[in-house]
């Protein structure tokens, strides 16, 4: 950690180059030269000197660009805060600003657009001073570990300034989150230390601890009715003659999600605050952290949703003027798609009827784009975990009691690569910065515990060795097992690079005292708030190897987090991405940071990458054509991968589900067959029939895409193909009887094109034609077969290629194509699939003819076919929605999934 000397010539290098450099970023030689000039007065060593360069250049290039939102253009509500800002004094949020630049290091130009993004979001909000009763409903999306927090931060510092006395935070359902939520407001908004404030009179005498902000100004003051320490609880509000009435500025109230703390402050709202009517003459702005989980998605009995939802409402209900902000990273969540009616959606009174706005994350986030987009910067990252391997040791259908006699090998691999990257980071002398590892194997606790008892067996014996033995001259001390291991993982992940140092000096002078402080920490809700207490460690920095399930999956951040070991068992779609803690902002050690996970894993994080971008990419579009809120929850619902919400929801209470889903504007394709061999015989007998036809049905066209088309094909023959085609219950997305039904029925889509696609297999592969044989290139494929399943891998749940849906299409084609999916997405590289599915265009099914390939130095798998058949399909969108209905059969889909709760489970057996 730099010297107090070096940390004020970063902040005031900092603050002068922002000062001078507002609109754009200095050259290098102007950044350099401003350097020095300032040094002159801090004489640091040349060493703290070039780490503050380091750290002031990673910072100056950072960006962040506005976000994008869709309203109810039709309420009667009016753009209110443009006209009154020269009235207003921002004292809240400049203070902020002032902290953001000139202790935390922002530059000003992401400090600018956090400021317009923050100005429209409350602008969308209830104006504060007006005379009437309003109630608005909004929904903020952004990136898991992006910085949501930020954000809805610099929004309570706004709503203070512009008149709102009451603002209430949820935060999540566990109290060691809720204590991050409190103490990071207390730091970065009401600038006092909670924990010093509220206490029951005469245990202690209540001090003022100014901090973050506070340290900056203190002129005005936050009132906190929650601490670190307390959640809400009205004997101590009774004991200090806390009430709204008696203060005059803003009252911060940070509470879980919990059905009794909920009722509870209700009650003493009601009771200490309402008028003659029963109302609070207050205006209220209420932030709902991951609205997505147990305001309407918990299914525990005891955390009734449809409790803690009226709970919610009735808060609401209790002012005359109340703001409702949803935050969330998962918008296929139950708020869009749990009605069964479309009239029930909006009925709900938290939907976001009148706003949702999509936050753009700064360029320095590593999300989920950066590690599984089509285009990932750091796919080298990821490492791949053998699942046979770990199947051993934790199946994926594992109880509460499982045994855990000893730890798979690739996690000990892991936990030596995390002490080997505590060493490096060393050498770069981040050597107070907090450490952590996560491990993510299993949601019951008592298998954590274990888990956690065997890696601290293993973490001492290392620890010992390296204490007694580092010392040693190399080639003796790798006689020592534990040392010979982490040398193994130094040369197999090239960390002689990132270090700058021989092994030789790294295990002399820098093991011992990189990894002696390491802690292991179970993290769950048996464990307490008090898991991860990095708050305590400030000066000297955290390392832990943290050990949970679901307790480390919402909201929690994990600081400085480098090393991340997950195999779990969840396909949904918003408990994947909520476990994805190693998304967020890596300074100085982006480089370091890995992830060990299984491939279908990682096939579906890149699968519902894609999905993700879909949606934002739809906001985009409905913004342009000034769609609202409404439209955008139906598109939720009907977007095949909220099937996978509805199915966890509905498993254990209906048989069936049925489901308008959208299918025009979207690629679908067959990833997931079965394996039965009576199941792939009868799909390639249809997938030969029908490509025995095409010469007869349509004509045969040149292309510039490497591959062969037909033209002309009739929609009979699409129909009776989908009929025909049986593919695996888990992968919903692609039913094919639904589809054809849509096909049918639908008095468009007449004539088709079929594409056939050449891979790069080298031998000729022959297909019977009507008019002869046809030779094609198969396309390779890694494929993998477990429990009656096969999977095509390593294509983000794909059968086709990138940019396969150009077939057919001109140059001139997509070039427009391209350049109106940009227009809309101007933060977005990588063109979609969809993006070609034009309106123009005639519908496309594409005939994929696959070589399976398997794990080098592994006997092939009986099960799995040497040539596999899957298609794709894909109907032109014209910006109109249409829909085919889907019937998921829950008892099916349940023989397949295994439904991973939102909660770490000691209950099970």
């Known amino acids: 950690m730099l010297s107090q000397a070096a940390q004020m010539l970063e902040r005031f290098i900092s603050v002068a180059v922002n000062t001078k450099y507002p609109d754009a970023p200095p050259s290098e030689d102007e950044f350099i030269a401003e350097a020095n000039a300032l040094r002159a007065a801090f004489p640091i060593p040349d060493e703290e000197f070039e780490q503050v360069v380091r750290n002031l250049k990673a910072a100056l290039v950072i960006t962040m660009d506005v976000g994008v939102y869709i309203s109810n253009r039709s309420s009667d509500h009016q753009s209110w805060l443009p006209s009154r800002r020269a009235g207003i004094d921002f004292y809240y949020w400049n203070r902020f600003k002032r902290y953001l630049e000139d202790v935390k290091g922002w530059n000003t130009r992401v400090t600018a657009n956090l400021e317009t993004v923050s100005n429209d979001i409350v602008d969308l909000f209830g104006d504060p001073q007006s005379s009437k009763p309003w109630q608005r409903r909004g929904l903020v999306l952004g990136d898991v570990q992006s910085g949501k927090t930020v954000n809805y931060t610099a929004i309570c510092n706004k709503a203070a300034d512009t008149g709102y006395k009451v603002i209430i935070v949820l935060a999540g359902t566990m109290e060691n989150l809720r204590m991050q939520t409190q103490k990071r407001l207390d730091k970065e908004f009401a600038g006092r230390l909670s924990k010093d404030l509220l206490r029951l009179k005469g245990k202690q005498e209540v001090k003022n601890v100014f901090d973050g902000v506070g340290k900056l100004d203190s002129t005005k003051r936050i009132s906190a009715f929650t601490s670190v320490l307390y959640d809400f609880n009205s004997s101590i509000l009774n004991s200090n003659d806390l009430t709204l009435k008696n203060i005059k500025e803003p009252a911060l109230f940070v509470v879980k999600k919990n059905k009794s703390v909920l009722k509870n402050l209700e009650s003493w709202l009601y009771s200490n605050n309402a008028d003659n009517s029963g109302k609070i003459d207050l205006p209220l702005l209420l932030i709902d952290d991951e609205a997505d989980n147990a305001s309407v998605n918990t299914r525990k009995e005891e955390e009734d949703p449809t409790a803690i939802n009226a709970a919610i409402r009735s808060i609401l209900n209790r ?23 479309e009239d029930d959606m909006v009925g709900d009174d938290l939907f976001p009827r009148d706003f949702i706005y999509v936050l753009s994350p700064p360029t320095n986030y590593i999300g989920s784009n950066a590690m599984f987009g089509e285009e990932a910067k750091y796919e080298k ?19 509460k009691d499982l045994a855990v006699d000893d730890l798979p090998p690739s996690l000990y691999e892991a936990m030596g690569y995390f002490l080997l990257a505590n060493a490096v980071r060393d050498v770069r002398g981040d050597i107070k910065d907090h450490r952590s590892m996560l491990i993510n194997v299993s949601r019951f606790t008592d298998v954590q515990v274990k888990i956690r008892e065997n890696i601290i067996v293993w973490l001492e014996q290392v620890k010992s060795d390296v204490r007694n033995y580092a010392a040693w001259e190399e080639e003796q001390a790798l006689q020592i097992r534990s040392l010979n291991l982490l040398k193994q993982i130094w040369d197999k992940y090239g960390l002689k690079d990132k270090a700058g140092v021989s092994w030789r000096i790294l295990q002399m002078e820098y093991l011992h005292k990189a990894i002696s402080p390491l802690e292991v920490r179970a993290v769950n809700q048996k464990t307490g708030a008090a898991s991860l207490n990095y708050d305590t460690h400030e000066e000297n920095g955290l390392r832990v190897i943290a050990v949970g ?29 909520q476990m994805a803690r190693w998304f967020g902002y890596r300074p100085n050690y982006s480089d370091l940071f890995k992830v060990w996970m299984s491939a279908d894993v990682i096939d579906w994080y890149g699968y519902i990458t894609a999905a993700a971008n879909e949606l934002k990419d739809e906001i985009s579009r409905m913004n342009k054509h000034d769609l609202t ?25 209906a048989t069936h589900v049925s489901r308008p889903i959208s299918v025009t504007g979207k690629l679908l394709e067959t990833p997931r067959l079965k394996s039965k061999p009576d199941v792939l015989a009868a799909n390639e007998r249809a997938f030969k029939l029908f490509v025995a036809s095409l010469d007869s049905a349509g004509s045969r066209r040149d292309i510039d895409q490497n591959g062969l088309m037909w033209s002309g094909i009739h929609k009979d023959l699409i129909v009776e193909l989908l009929y025909s085609f049986e593919t695996h219950p888990w992968h919903m997305s692609f039913q094919g009887k639904a589809l054809a039904e849509y096909i049918e029925k639908n008095s468009g889509f007449i004539e088709w094109d079929v594409f056939i696609p050449f891979g790069s297999d080298t031998t000729e592969f022959e297909l019977e034609g009507a008019n002869g044989t046809i030779s094609l290139k198969r396309e390779k494929r890694y494929v993998e077969e477990a429990n009656g399943m096969i999977k095509v891998m390593g294509t983000k749940v794909r059968v086709g290629s990138g940019g396969c849906t150009k077939a ?11 350049i109106s999916f940009r227009q809309l997405n101007r933060d977005r590289r990588n063109v979609p699939d969809s993006a070609y599915l034009i309106g123009d265009r005639k519908p496309l099914l594409m005939l994929h003819v696959l070589k399976s390939t398997q794990k080098e130095n592994e006997p092939a798998n009986p099960k799995i076919p040497e040539t596999l058949y899957a298609i794709g399909l894909g109907l032109p969108g014209n910006g109109q929605t249409e829909a085919a209905y889907y019937v998921v059969n829950m008892v099916e889909v349940s023989n397949w999934m295994d439904i991973d709760d939102d909660e770490d489970d000691d209950n099970v057996v």
């Not at 703001?323 to 798609?337: D, E, M, Q, V």
């Not at 929850?633 to 909220?642: A, E, H, M």
Request: aromatic share 12%.
């Open 319 to 341: 002012f005359y003027q109340a703001t409702y902000l949803g935050i969330t990273a998962t918008p296929f969540a139950n708020i869009f798609i749990n009605p069964e009616t």
């Open 381 to 399: 990252s990821i490492v791949q975990i053998n699942t046979e391997e770990i199947e051993c040791f934790f199946p994926f259908r594992h109880k």
């Open 549 to 577: 399930g679901n307790s480390l999956s919402r909201g929690l951040t994990l600081e400085g987090l480098c090393t991340s070991y997950f195999y779990r068992n969840s396909q949904m779609y918003d408990t994947l991405l």
């Open 629 to 653: 809120p409404r439209d955008f929850g139906l598109k939720v619902r009907q977007d095949p991968n909220s099937l996978i919400v509805t199915a966890r929801n509905k498993m254990r209470t």
């Open 808 to 818: 057919g299409l001109s140059s001139d084609q997509i070039k427009a194509a391209e």
